[in-house]
C-alpha cells in the first residue's frame, strides 16, 4: 500500500493505549483517524470519558464491526485487551484491512507459548506466523507493504534495545542477562483495580509477577532469533507511584574486555540513523523523564571492571514508543514513509 493519504480506526480508543493513538495521530500529516471504536459506549461521543478530547473528537463511538471499519478505514489499530485481537483479526483481514496489534495477541509464534503465559485462547497458527514482531529499529525492515503488524510489548521494547547490539556483537553473555524493570501505573490500563488504587501505589514500591509476567516468552524469543539457541532470562517487574515512564536497568557478564567507551560506540553504530534511539556518552545514564510523552528510547552503561559486568540503562515512555508512538512509527515504516512522521515530539520535561 503506498498512498499518500491513510484513514485509521482504533478499535479499544477508550482506553489509554487507544486515546494515546488519538492524541499523536491527531497531528500526522498523512493520517486521519475516521472512527473512534467502543465495543461498550457506541453512539456515545469519546469526550463524554475523555473531557480533554472536547472539540477535538466531536464524533460518536462506532461499535465493533469489521465491514463497517472497512467502510471508513484503510488501517485498524487495536487497543484491545489479552485475548480480543486473536477473535477480531480474521476478520479484519478478510474485509480487507490493514491490521497494527498493540496488545500481546501475535507477538509469540507458539500457540502453546501464548496460552501457558496469558492464559488464553491462542489465534490462528498461521496468522501468528504472517504477523511481523514490529520491534521498529531492529526488525522494521520486515513490516513494509504486509497486511498484520504485531507491536512489541512496553517492557520488551525498553529492554531488547538496551540488550540487542550487545547481544549481537556477542560482547555479553546471554546466559548471564537479568532484566530488572520498573513501570509507571498507566502501563496497567484504565480499568481500576486494588493493586493501582492511590492509596495502594502512593508512597509504595511492589515486584509483581515475578518469574510469571507474560513479557518473559517475548523477550526470550527475540533473543533466541538474534543468538540463534535459545535464551531464557530473569525479568522481574515493579510498579513505581508515576504516572508513565519504563526504566529497565540489566546486568550481563561483558565478554572480552569491552570498555564504557567501547559500548558507546557500538550502540551508537547500530543505532545510526535511527531517530528515535538516543544512546548516552560515558558515564552518563537517562531517567524516564527525559522521554516522556515521546518516542524515544534513550539507553547509557556502565562496566564494572571488579566484577565483569556491564549495567545497562534503557528508559521509554510507554504509552509511545512502548505502545501508540512505535504503532504509528510501525505504520511508517509499512507505509514506505519516513518513520518519524507524527512523532517529532520534544519530551515534556520536567
Ligand atoms: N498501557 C500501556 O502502557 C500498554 C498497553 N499495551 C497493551 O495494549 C492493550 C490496551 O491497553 P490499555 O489501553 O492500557 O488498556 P485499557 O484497559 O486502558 O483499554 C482497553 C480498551 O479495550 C476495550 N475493550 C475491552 N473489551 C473489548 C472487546 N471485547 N472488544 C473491543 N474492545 C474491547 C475497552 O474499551 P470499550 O469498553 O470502550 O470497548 C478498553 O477501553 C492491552 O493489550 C495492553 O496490554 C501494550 C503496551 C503498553
Ligand atoms: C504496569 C503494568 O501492569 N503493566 C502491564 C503491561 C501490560 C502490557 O503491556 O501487556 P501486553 O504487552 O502483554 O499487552 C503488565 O506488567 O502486565
Known sequence: MSTNKVNAAIVGS??????????????HPYVEVTSVISSSSEGTPIAEGYPHLTEIRTDLLDGVDPQAIRAKADVVFLA????????????????????????????????????QWYKKTPADENLLAQAVYGLAEVYGDRVADVDLISNPGCFPTAS???????VAAGWIDPATIIIDAKSGVSGAGRGASLGTHYSELNENFRAYKINKHQHI????????????????????????????GIMSTMYATVIGGRTDKDFVE????????????????????????????????????????RTGRVTIVSVIDNLVKGAAGQAIQNLNLMMGWDETLGLQFVPVYP
Open 160 to 166: 531488547l534495545l538496551g540488550l540487542i547490539p550487545a
Open 266 to 305: 557500538l550502540y551508537s553504530q547500530y543505532y545510526e540513523g535511527r531517530k528515535f534511539v538516543r544512546v548516552r556518552p560515558e558515564g552518563k545514564w537517562p531517567m524516564t523523564k527525559e522521554v516522556w510523552g515521546s518516542n524515544y528510547c534513550d539507553i547509557g552503561f556502565s562496566v564494572d571492571e
Open 80 to 115: 484491545t485487551p489479552a485475548g480480543i485481537a486473536a477473535k477480531l483479526v480474521p476478520d479484519l483481514l478478510e474485509a480487507g484491512l490493514k491490521v497494527i496489534d498493540i496488545s500481546g495477541d501475535f507477538r509469540l509464534k507458539s500457540p502453546a507459548l501464548y496460552e
Open 217 to 244: 516468552p517475548e523477550i526470550e524469543q527475540v533473543l533466541t532469533d538474534i543468538v540463534g539457541k535459545p535464551v531464557t532470562t530473569t525479568f522481574t517487574t515493579h510498579l513505581v507511584p508515576m504516572t508513565r
Open 14 to 27: 477508550t482506553g489509554y493505549g487507544g486515546v494515546e493513538l488519538i492524541r499523536l495521530l491527531a497531528s
